[in-house]
């Protein structure tokens, strides 16, 4: 069985994840009021900043990072997306951390911090309510590399759907060899977020691709969210169906 992903305890089974302190990975996006990003740009840009944490040499071995993402993923995996702009968004990007652009999205990415124990220039920030818009549908995944497919019968904010994308990259990841994820690295993380409908959400969901899971705590009931299908260059899971 692949493994999922959860942000919330859910299976009684797993008492030491339970058990261990619960850390949390911040993220924020930028959104000015004037110029937002647009939303599958947002959730791109989310999902390559949890990679680039990831393969931070800060996050490994004995790294400032590393003891916080060793705890962090020995617990239950929890990924929380706050919004800022102007004054907040200088006062966010002050503190350690990654800041990773898209198109126009521009998301910072922080090393986990204790669940109670966020610094307050970011536990000031708005977690609920973030809402973007694709002017225009993202067209066909970009071929070769991993696609992140969202449940569309789901009604997500935008910020929900970044932290689930995060989610889908970090499955990823851990499927991936180190050789496999240097390569993807060296690449700039190319990937794609789009939203699977019907039969195609079945199909995805029964293939035994990666799945992440929620566990209803927020916004939606419990179930699964993302399944993550490869690239064949830069992410060689099995993909289903090409661009």
């Known amino acids: 069985m692949r493994r999922e992903e959860r942000e919330e305890p859910e299976e009684p089974e797993e008492p030491d994840r339970d058990a261990a302190p619960q850390f949390v990975l ?6 000015e009021r004037a110029e937002p990003p647009a939303r599958t740009d947002a959730l791109e840009t989310a999902a390559r900043a949890v990679l680039v944490l ?3 040499e800060r996050s490994a071995g004995d790294g400032e990072w590393a003891a916080a993402v060793r705890d962090w993923q020995d ?3 929890r990924k929380v997306v706050r919004r800022a702009r102007g004054a907040e968004w200088r006062r966010a990007a002050a503190l350690p951390g990654i800041t990773v652009t ?4 521009e ?3 922080f090393p986990p911090v204790p669940l109670d124990g966020w610094p307050k220039d970011l536990a000031r920030l708005q977690v ?3 809402e973007l818009d694709d002017p225009r549908p993202p067209g066909a995944p970009a071929a070769g590399a991993p696609v992140l497919w969202l449940n569309s019968e789901l009604e997500m904010s935008a910020g929900k759907e970044m932290a689930q994308a995060g989610h889908g990259a970090q499955l990823a990841w851990w499927e991936l060899s180190g050789e496999e994820r240097a390569a993807w690295r060296a690449a700039g993380f190319p990937l794609s977020v789009r939203s699977a409908r019907g039969e195609d959400w079945q199909e995805l969901t029964r293939s035994g691709l990666p799945v992440v899971t929620d566990a209803g705590f927020t916004e939606i009931a419990p179930g699964k969210t993302v399944v993550v299908e490869g690239g064949d ?4 899971l099995p993909r289903l169906r090409q661009p």
Do not use: N
């Open 54 to 56: 990831l393969a931070d």
């Open 75 to 77: 617990a239950r995996i």
């Open 26 to 31: 911040p993220l924020v996006a930028r959104i």
């Open 102 to 105: 898209g198109r126009r999205a």
């Open 107 to 109: 998301v910072r990415v």
């Open 233 to 236: 260059r830069y992410c060689p």
């Open 128 to 130: 609920s309510g973030t």
